[in-house]
């Protein structure tokens, strides 16, 4: 199979990550909860992860790390865990239903105002997020990239634009890894990781990573392997917002793609913005096609066919070639609004920095079959 769904979760794993993964499984202890040898060791791996999130993203230092299963968890936990009755937050037409939804359910059960910025010429603009800011604005959202269109905003762009009082909150799950984010230099107070994408950890590692000026309650309570005598929880970070066994192979994965990001982000960044470019320039040459992406450093291209609905099209490209894309609203559905390709959505191809441009021309190849027919 040409797996070209990574923008839902990368398919190829370094083998450091998935010999990481192998290890941790073979010789595993409960970090924290224990303080025999093999325990402690576990520990200090998950400590060495805390402490490379926070270089890479530029954070506040490893107490504010907080480990989650996914990206979508974090941002629960940075939304639930610090909104308010009579807040109001704007977000963007761009975010994923891991931002809309939690938004929305506060906005039922706390009266939390939600305010949508829309596209401007058919991007996000800085200024248009900054006019909706009101007195009583306790936090603006702007996701890191889409994952419908692969564009990034300007983050620092953004806050430059918004007054300081109010909270930065982006979500990282399609940026971090192909793009640089610096938490201090672009003033985010909340950054939500995705560790199963462009960080090429495995599925189950996800991480929040919040400022010093904000302290996100628990929205789940339990276990901490720390004051277990107290019946509150913990308070102080990051054990007050990790309840339960972490899990360490996700951990350990995590820790080992970070290193790679490290070390060949911009490599890779390069690769995606040659394969989405090459990508773009061939659909525009085939009848029927439309693209809906610029060439980017994300690996997204989201296109649609002027008579083959996206699903269907999707489910060609599986059964008759053996190429994983995703068609549809890709959980985004207030952009297919915005595009106006709402409700069939769109088909996504997502790169991998790992792939070549045969993968690409594989993918050309089969779309110019289909429609030959």
């Not at 990481?20 to 040898?37: D, E, M, P, Y």
């Not at 576990?42 to 907080?66: D, I, K, P």
């Not at 891991?98 to 939390?112: A, D, E, I, N």
């Not at 296109?303 to 008759?320: K, N, Q, V, Y």
């Amino acid at each position: 199979m040409i797996y070209l769904d990574n923008a839902a979760t990368g398919g190829i794993k370094p083998f450091s990550v998935q010999n990481a993964v192998l290890a941790s499984i073979k010789t595993c202890a409960n970090a924290g909860r224990s303080g025999h040898r093999l325990a402690v060791a576990c520990a200090e791996q998950v400590l060495a992860c805390r402490n490379l999130l926070s270089e890479l993203f530029g954070g506040y230092g490893f107490e504010r790390v907080a480990f989650t299963k996914n990206c979508t968890e974090a941002l629960n936990i940075a939304l639930v865990g610090t909104l308010k009755e009579g807040d109001h937050v704007v977000a963007t037409c761009l975010e994923h239903n891991s931002v809309l939804r939690p938004l929305f359910h506060l906005q039922k059960t706390r009266g939390v105002r939600v305010t949508i910025a829309p596209l401007e010429g058919g991007r996000l603009q800085a200024e248009t997020v900054a006019s909706l800011v009101e007195p009583e604005t306790r936090m603006v959202c702007v996701t890191s990239a889409s994952n419908v269109t692969g564009e990034t905003p300007d983050l620092a762009a953004v806050r430059r634009r918004i007054p300081e009082r109010t909270l930065f909150l982006v979500d990282g799950a399609q940026g971090a890894g192909h793009i640089p984010i610096d938490m201090k230099a672009c003033g985010i107070d909340f950054l939500a990781l995705a560790g199963h994408k462009g960080l090429h950890a495995i599925q189950g590692a996800g991480a929040l990573l919040f400022s010093d000026r904000v302290d996100p309650a628990p929205v789940l309570f339990g276990g901490t392997g720390s004051m277990s005598f107290d019946p509150d929880m913990p308070d102080f970070y990051p054990d007050r917002l990790e309840s339960g066994t972490l899990s360490y192979p996700a951990i350990c994965s995590l820790f080992e793609g970070a290193l790679v990001v490290r070390a060949r982000r911009e490599a890779g960044a390069r690769t995606l913005l040659s394969l989405t470019t090459a990508f773009h320039a061939a659909l525009t040459r085939l009848d029927g096609f439309i693209p809906y992406f610029e060439p980017n450093p994300c690996g997204i291209a989201a296109f649609r066919h002027e008579t083959i609905p996206s699903e269907t099209l999707a489910g060609i490209l599986s059964d008759r070639f053996d190429i994983a894309v995703r068609g549809g609203l890709h959980c985004a559905p207030l952009v297919h609004k915005a595009l106006g390709t709402f409700p069939d959505g769109l088909v996504r191809a997502s790169f991998s920095p790992f792939q070549t441009m045969r993968e690409q021309n594989s993918l050309v190849r089969a779309l110019g079959s289909i429609t030959s027919v």
